[in-house]
């Protein structure tokens, strides 16, 4: 009776918010995004794929997190100091075969698995960061400033089936919510230790259950302890909350807080934060299965009757995204997130993540300096991409006018050997030099199907991919570095594997563990208005 009586609610809220609302913002054609002249910002904020995203403030700076599943090393985080204008900090989880084995280039058998939403929290001077994996359990790592060093991950729940979680500390006592989503969707909360090393299962307590109730986070605010979290129904993911005077509970009914809205992709997973002018602020993902993965908006929450109301409230209850705003703070428009490297540091930037571990042998910055040395080794599965170990990828961004030029030079490939640009998620595509029976070649790849191009002598050869909100690639090929020609078919990007598209360079050998090629630069640039 109750579930029957609340769904009829969501529905009335629906229907005042679609009455109220102008036509809805057609997903993906954004001209225009993140902070624009006159002290204003269009959503997205970042028109790229960091999912699960988690934010906090400490001090000046706000600082979020997102999912990465196989790519080492693990765990973006970013900084900020206005929530609009992002830099990368770290990827903070090193080595991913602390988790298990399946994440390394031995096996690569985490797609869409390994390291799922976090939680990241400041207490005590130090960051912590708690994250779940679907099959190996929860985890946590902590370090003194945000750069690191990170410690070594400490096991907090070695069971399979669990995602979601977060952490807070509530005057001297720590707790820790969690979500079983292969029962039922049953979240509970725990005592955690104080230094965040252990949770306590026998202290689990059960705060929610079913209609796939997850994205849970902890918050404070008047004296109450909110559990914030998504809930699934025909229309779409939706956002509420409960309230507690401590932690442990016990909560209130839920209350709905964010509407369903499919129409801008379902904003309901994400970090809500206080400004340091007091105004609060909800950074979420958003995104149901387009090549640019799931996106990240930021919307205004009014509190209302204690309660947080996200994006514009609406009479029957909640609120619903909103695509543009006031600055939340000035003076941040020097942040960017770093996409083009020419190879000049001692370590890779923190754009780049490999697919899965890599072998650490098998690349170097250091054998040619100014340049990444990529060497070849097999494959798992032969002339198979998303079976290649040496794969290195960033995010694509779904916006208007990205070029991506790569100058790479194959003049100590051996027979057997690929190497090039590519695309990739679920299925790839892909622009590259083939070397076979003492000869080398342009070749195009799609899902790892080839078509073999013009003859190359040696040397550099210089790769292109042009795409925009369109999602189609155009690849095409320079020997010279000015004249570029078009090869291959355009290659549609594509979501999955929870991904959206990633841009990155492929090196591998079918024959034997021999040759490599050498990277002088990654060149990602932004063609149109822009932002």
């Known amino acids: 009776m109750l579930k029957a009586l609340f769904a009829a609610l969501v529905a009335c809220a629906v229907s005042v918010a679609a009455q109220a609302q102008p036509p809805a913002h057609e997903w993906g054609r954004w001209e225009r995004w993140g902070e624009q002249p006159g002290g204003t910002y269009l959503n997205p904020v970042i028109p790229a794929d960091f999912s699960d995203i988690d934010c906090i403030r400490v001090g000046g700076a706000y600082y979020a997190i997102s999912s990465t599943m196989q790519f080492s090393p693990g765990m973006t985080l970013l900084?900020?100091?206005?929530?609009?204008?992002?830099?990368?900090?770290?990827?903070?989880?090193?080595?991913l075969t602390q988790i298990g084995p399946e994440l390394g280039w031995s096996r690569m058998n985490r797609y869409g698995r390994g390291v799922w939403a976090g939680s990241l929290r400041h207490h005590g001077g130090r960051f912590y960061l708690f994250f779940g994996t679907p099959d190996e359990g929860y985890f946590m790592t902590s370090a003194g400033r945000p750069e690191g060093p990170w410690s070594p991950l400490v096991c907090l729940l070695p069971e399979a089936g669990w995602d979601d979680c977060c952490a807070l500390w509530d005057g001297d006592k720590a707790y820790f919510v969690g979500t079983h989503f292969a029962d039922g969707y049953k979240t509970y909360v725990f005592d955690m230790a104080p230094d965040g090393s252990r949770i306590y299962r026998e202290t689990a307590r059960l705060v929610n259950e079913g209609d796939g109730r997850e994205a849970s986070k902890l918050i404070t605010h008047g004296g109450y302890c909110y559990l914030v979290f998504s809930r699934k129904s025909g229309r779409g993911r939706y956002v509420l909350a409960k309230r507690s005077r401590?932690?442990?509970?016990?909560?209130?009914?839920?209350?709905l807080v964010g509407l369903p809205d499919r129409a801008s992709?379902?904003?309901?997973?994400?970090?809500?934060?206080?400004?340091?002018?007091?105004?609060?602020?909800f950074l979420t993902h958003?995104?149901?299965?387009?090549?640019?993965?799931?996106?990240?908006?930021?919307?205004?929450?009014?509190?209302?009757?204690?309660?947080?109301?996200?994006?514009?409230?609406?009479?029957?209850?909640?609120?619903?995204?909103?695509?543009?705003?006031p600055m939340p703070a000035s003076g941040g428009g020097g942040s960017y997130i770093r996409r083009s490297d020419d190879?000049?540091?001692?370590?890779?930037?923190?754009?780049?993540?490999w697919n899965h571990q890599p072998r650490r042998e098998m690349y170097s910055l250091a054998e040619r300096p100014g340049w990444l040395r990529l060497k070849a080794f097999r494959p798992l599965e032969p002339n198979t991409l998303r079976k290649a170990g040496n794969t290195l990828a960033q995010r694509s961004f779904m916006t208007e006018g990205n070029v991506v030029t790569l100058r790479m030079?194959?003049?100590?490939?051996?027979?057997?050997?690929?190497?090039?640009l590519c695309h990739f998620s679920a299925q790839s595509g892909a622009l590259g030099v083939v070397r076979q029976n003492g000869q080398t070649r342009i070749e195009y790849r799609r899902n790892d199907s080839t078509a073999a191009g013009p003859a190359v002598d040696g040397g550099c050869v210089w790769l292109r991919s042009e795409w925009g909100l369109d999602g189609l690639s155009h690849f095409s090929y320079s020997l010279d570095g000015d004249r570029f020609?078009?090869?291959?078919s355009p290659y549609p990007m594509v979501?999955?594997?929870?991904?959206?598209?990633?841009?990155?360079?492929?090196?591998?050998?079918?024959?034997?563990?021999?040759?490599?090629?050498?990277?002088?630069?990654?060149?990602?640039?932004?063609r149109g208005t822009g932002r």
């Open 495 to 526: 979501w999955g594997n929870y991904r959206g598209d990633r841009v990155g360079i492929y090196c591998f050998n079918d024959s034997a563990d021999a040759g490599h090629v050498d990277i002088d630069y990654f060149h990602y640039e932004w």
């Open 79 to 95: 900084r900020s100091t206005d929530l609009v204008n992002w830099e990368l900090v770290c990827n903070i989880v090193d080595d």
């Open 265 to 281: 992709y379902e904003p309901n997973q994400g970090g809500i934060v206080e400004g340091p002018d007091g105004r609060w602020y």
């Open 409 to 420: 030079d194959v003049g100590a490939m051996a027979d057997g050997q690929r190497a090039g």
């Open 343 to 353: 190879f000049d540091s001692a370590c890779l930037p923190p754009q780049w993540q």
């Open 246 to 255: 401590s932690a442990a509970g016990p909560y209130s009914a839920e209350r």
């Open 485 to 488: 020609v078009a090869f291959g």
């Open 286 to 325: 958003h995104g149901r299965g387009c090549w640019g993965g799931r996106l990240v908006s930021l919307l205004p929450v009014t509190w209302t009757d204690g309660w947080p109301v996200i994006g514009a409230p609406q009479p029957g209850g909640g609120g619903v995204m909103v695509w543009g705003g």
